[in-house]
C-alpha cells in the first residue's frame, strides 16, 4: 500500500469516526485525577478546576449544571426549551466551557435546541480505566425462570438493607413511601458514624399514614436530613445512590417497590399474624443494584433537584431533558454503536425524554426492535405506548404471520376502563351500579378496527390478569378476620434486545409529571429476568382479561369492591397512587 493511499484511508477513516461519534451524541472527557468532593466546591471553585485542566469532576459539573438550569424569575423555569442533558454534553465535551457565563451557554443552548433528535441520547463517559458501570445485578421476591430454571423468591428488603448498611461517606434516597422502622434505624445509624444522609419521602404519604409519621420521626430524631417532598403530581422514585465521591465504593439501587412492608417485606402485609395465611405475600417487585460512579453521580444530581439543598424544585420547574447513556463491563465507552449489548438508558421526570418518555423513550423502542414482546404491568394506561404496540403487532403478523407477545397485569387495575390490557382485548367497561361494571365488544378499539378476528384472538389469549393469589381479600385466622393485599407491582418490558427494568414508572400519562426514575437495558440478561418473571406469572395467571371480564358478566368474577384500599382508582391520571 502506498504512503497516499494509507494517508487517504486514515482520513476517511477519522471522517467516519467523527460522523459516527456525533450520531449517538457520545462526547469525549477526560478524568479527573482525583476523588470529586461532596457539595463543599463553590461556584468559583468548580470555574478554577475547570481553568486549571481539561478536566472537571462529575460533582463539580452537575453542580454547574444545577446552577445554570435553576429557575430564577419568581421561582419560574425561565428557558423552557433548553435542555438540561445538552448543557451536560457540552460540558463533558469542552471542561472549560463551565467558566462561561449563564447567558453563554443558555444562548448555545437554545441553538442546540433548534437541531434536536429527540431520540437521540447523551452517552456520559466514564473515567479512564473505569467502566460505566459493573456488577449489575437484579433480585426478585417472587418464583421467576432463569436460564430456563425456576427460582425461588429472594428477599429485597435484605437488598436495600445491605445496599444502606454499607454506606461509607454519603447516602441519599427518594422514595413515595417508607413504613419500614428498621430500615429508618439503619438510616439513623449511619448518621450517628458521620454520614452524610439524605431521605425523601411523599409529604402528602407522610401526612396520611401514621406508620410513615413515625419513620420520619424517628429519622429526623436521628440526624437524618428528611426532605418531605411536595410535588405537583407523585413523589414515585424508589431509589440510592451511595459514595458518589468514590471511583471504587459509588454504586446505586433502583426499585419497583417502596420502602413498605406491602412492597418489600417477604411476609406480606400480615407480617405478626400466627400463622400466617398463604394469601399474605409482599407486592410482586424487583431490585437492581450496580457499581457506578457515573450513575450514582446522575442520580445524586437529579435527587438534588428535589431533594436540595440546593434546590427544591416542583412540577414545571424541573428543567426539560434528554436522556443518558452509560456503557456496562467489557463496552468500550467511545464505541460508534449507538445501542452496545451491555448498556442502559436512563432518564428522569417530570422533564426527562423531552417531557415524552411514553413516545420517545418507550414508543421509541417498540418500533425500532422486533422479535418477542413480554410486559408485567401494575398499571398501563398510556395510549402512546398502546399505538406503538399496535404498529408493532401490525408489523409482526404481516412479516412472520404471528406476534409473539405475552403480557400479566394486576388484575384490578387490568380491568379498569382506562386500561390498555383491556382494550388491546377489543373490550369496553361500562359502570351499570356502584361496585358491578359490564364489558362489551368495542368495535371502535384501534385493536379491533386494525387486526383481523383471528389475530385479535391470538392477542386476546395472550393479555393475561395476575394469579389468583394476587389481589385484595379478607382472610379468617383463628376466627378474625383481616384485610391482606398484594399486587403485581412491577413495570417491566423486554421487546427485542432490550428490557425495561429497575424503573418507577408506570406506562401512563400520569407518570410523565410524577418524579420517576425509566432505566431501558440492552443487555441480554436483562432481557432473561423479564422475560422468566413473565413466563411464572403466564403460567400461573388465573385466566385472560378477556375471561375474567367474561366471568364478570356472568356474575361469577370479582366485583370492585377490591379496589377499594387503592384512592382515585378510577381515575386514569392518578391510578398510580401505590
Known sequence: MGYKNLVRRFFIFGILFLFALQSCTTLPHKSAATESSLTESSPSAVRQTAQASDSITLTDMFRRVREVIAPKEGGKLVHKKVAESELISIFQSNPR?????????????????????????VRLIPPKGQW?????????????????????????????????????????????DFDLEDVAQDLVQLARRGVKVRVGIDRNVITHRPEVQKVASILEAGGVALVRVNPVALNHQKVAARDWESFDKAAVLFSSGNLTQSCLGPEGDLKNVRPRPRESIPNANHVLTMKSYILSNLVAHELAKTLGPELYLRGAQYPLTGAYQ????????????????KSVIITFTPGGGYRAINKNILGHMISMTSGPVRMVQFAYSSELVAEALLQRAQREFQENSKFDFYSVGDTPFAMQGWSQFLKMSGLKREQTEVGRARFYEDSESIWSKNLSASQLEQVRRRVRVAPELYGNRRVRVAGQSYLVSSKIHHKLMSTGDFAVVGTSFNFSKGAETNNEQILVFRDPNMVDMVNGVARYFVETSARSVMEEAQRRNAGLGSTDEELNLIEDAFDPEVELSD
Open 97 to 121: 466551557r463551565v467558566n462561561e457565563t449563564d447567558a453563554a451557554l443558555i444562548s448555545a443552548l437554545e441553538s442546540e435546541a433548534q437541531q434536536r433528535d429527540i431520540t437521540k441520547h
Open 132 to 176: 460505566g458501570y459493573s456488577e449489575l445485578k437484579y433480585y426478585v421476591n417472587h418464583p421467576y425462570y432463569k436460564n430456563g430454571k425456576l427460582q425461588r423468591a429472594g428477599n429485597i428488603l435484605k437488598v436495600w438493607r445491605d445496599f444502606i448498611q454499607k454506606t461509607e461517606k454519603s447516602l441519599v434516597l427518594n422514595v413515595y
Open 326 to 341: 452509560v456503557t456496562g463491563p467489557g463496552v468500550n465507552p467511545q464505541t460508534l454503536e449507538a445501542y452496545p449489548e
